[in-house]
């Protein structure tokens, strides 16, 4: 029975209820809805687990205690010593929607809880049944409170104390369906222990224990503070990975994205992917894409067909991510996610060359088979992305194999960008951006090759830039800032224009003219299905004026079909891809020049919007190499 079938059988048992009421539409008894609502959040007692210890770590518990019989099935106990809760708190925890973490809507788009949509302990005392002691003081009052299948049975005083304890027993105990659907024993256990080891291994200096039916499968006492030392303490005693000393640290941010976290040595590296670890601003997440990023960073470390062990935690503004796209919250939604695909790829591939060079690693090995390898890789073989793509989308369609050698080609010579950022600070936020600039193109050092490329020495060797795409990258982050928050500078027409669109386009146009206002377009209906045009973004290179919407509204339109793309990301894809120089058009020096600066000023400078790559190198050691200089 599927999970679906399950909530239906719930459903149709409570339906008796709303047929003696009468009427067709009702509005779903409360227990009921939230019954409905366990089967999405509470799909397994692991869900369970995760939920409460999340409760305990918001409430800002040093110390938390998991108790655990018949693999959760009997009883989940959670105990924690964090803030506790008052009595009318304790009682509304209860109800669906309560939560203490958001109030309005804004705070939506600045998370930082684990919890806030106020369901979790709704769901579970609906499937269940809770008993909850809890207080806010070692000397004030205490409350237990009984509910049994979502309903209150009892209230009573309890001795001082400051945290919370729940225990949920005979999980299911009123969805027999639901109970027949767990899995065998030592699999739910399983799935406890991962979420457990996740939610220790992101909170440090929290001390956890778990024991089931009396046997401890895990503990780990408080570290000191949450610095990668401390997480590396914690990640091996969680994981016995490796010694802390071997793993390699990295930590690195820029305005957009900070990324720090702990890699393991390409010897320690499994046949699975389970010791992969990433976190969003603190939650866990599985991100197949951004996973391949930290893989693709070791390529050439790796013998075939197996995995890193990583701990990589990404900050990013809330309002960049969207972690509302499901309940269980494992998924997480970016706006620009090839550029963060695009940065991990490059911190990690410099973290690791760092690290892997460095005499006292002792890793002389790797080292020179790193070298041998990317010249052996040069030019890249087919074979490669294929393998890329399908063990990444594991899906054999075209478009995916498409997509997929297009991320493989872009990371390889991310990895390339990666080792120009070896010698050269990656972003214009380092302190030391100066040398960026002033290293890239000084005067006299740019050439345009077929009108097309630019070529630039740095010191480490030489960069060709791809005019098109790296303009694209500039146009799109541009785009994507003015979207945000700001007006993009409009150039006057000198003659407005009326352009006349079909009723469709029509439509569209009007749905995106909010929009298309902040990027800088002076655009108002005209009456039927025409729009006056007065100004356009400054910074699109213009030629005919007049085509300049209708281009950008057939892009979107393709951008829609082919890619899936909506809304805003869109837009900005579709104004950048409009507005870029084209391969074959001349620059001058002046515009060469402004083109690398103003890709180094961007996010993510090493791909184009789509994935392609902006640039690559040739290294000094390459051209020795193919010189047969010795
Ligand atoms: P959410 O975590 O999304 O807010 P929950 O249903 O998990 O929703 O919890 C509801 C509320 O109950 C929380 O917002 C918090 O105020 C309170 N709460 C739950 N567990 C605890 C706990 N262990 N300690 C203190 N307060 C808690
Ligand atoms: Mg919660």
Known sequence: MSGSEVQIDAMKKD??????????????????????AAGEVVQRPASAVKELVENALDAGASSIQIHLQGAGSTLIQVIDDGCGMNEDDARLCFERHATSKIKTVSDLESIHTLGFRGEALAS?????????????????????????????????????????SISVRNLYFNVPARRNFLKRPQTELKHILDAVQVLSLSNPRVAFSLVHDGNELLSAESESDSGLDALGLRACSLIPVSRPQELIQVEESTSYLGIRGLLGSPEGSRRTRGQQFMFVNGRYVKHRYLEHAVHASYEYLLPEGSYPFFVLFLDIDPRHVD????????????????????????????????????????????????????????????????????????????????????????????????????????????????????????????????????????????????????????????????????????????????????????????????????????????????????????????????????????????????????????????VASRGAVRAGMKLSSREMRALIDQLFQCEAPYASPDGRPTLITLSGEELRERFDRK
Not at 124 to 149: F, L, N, R, W
Not at 489 to 500: D, H, M, Y
């Open 15 to 36: 339906s008796q209820a709303i047929q003696e009421a009468g009427g067709i539409i009702q509005v779903m008894p409360l227990t009921l809805a939230n019954k409905i």
């Open 124 to 164: 579970i005392a609906s499937v269940s049944q809770v008993e909850m002691t809890t207080g806010t003081s070692p000397d004030g009052a205490a409350v237990k409170i009984k509910i049994e299948g979502g309903a209150e049975i009892e209230t009573s005083p309890a001795a001082p104390m400051r945290g919370t």
């Open 323 to 574: 972690v509302n796209v499901h309940p269980t919250k494992a998924e997480v939604k970016f706006d620009d996610e090839r550029g963060v695909y695009g940065m991990i790829r490059a911190v990690v591939g410099r973290a690791l060359g760092t690290a892997l060079q460095t005499p006292d690693m002792n890793k002389a090995r790797p080292l020179s088979g790193l070298e041998l390898d990317i010249q052996d890789a040069t030019p890249p073989t087919e074979g490669v992305s294929k393998i890329d793509a399908s063990s990444f989308f594991g899906s054999g369609s075209d478009r995916v194999r498409e997509r997929g050698e297009h991320i493989s080609r872009a990371s390889r010579s991310l990895y390339e960008g990666a080792r120009l950022a070896m010698s050269v600070p990656a972003s214009s936020t380092d302190e030391s951006a100066g040398t960026t600039r002033g290293g890239l193109g000084e005067e006299g050092l740019l050439w345009q090759l077929h009108d097309t490329y630019i070529l630039t020495q740095i010191r480490s060797g030489l960069v060709i830039i791809d005019q098109q795409m790296a303009h694209e990258r500039i146009l799109y982050e541009q785009a994507i800032a003015c979207l945000k928050d700001g007006f993009g500078l409009s150039q006057q027409l000198l003659f407005p224009r009326t352009i006349e669109f079909s009723a469709s386009d029509f439509s569209l146009l009007e749905d995106l003219m909010p929009d298309l206002k902040k990027l800088g377009f002076d655009v108002d209906a005209f009456g039927g299905n025409s729009v006056i045009v007065r100004g356009v973004p400054a910074d699109i290179s213009t030629g005919d004026e007049r085509s300049v919407l209708d281009e950008i509204v057939d892009q979107y339109r393709l951008f829609e079909k082919v890619d899936r793309l909506t809304g805003r990301e869109n837009l900005a894809r579709s």
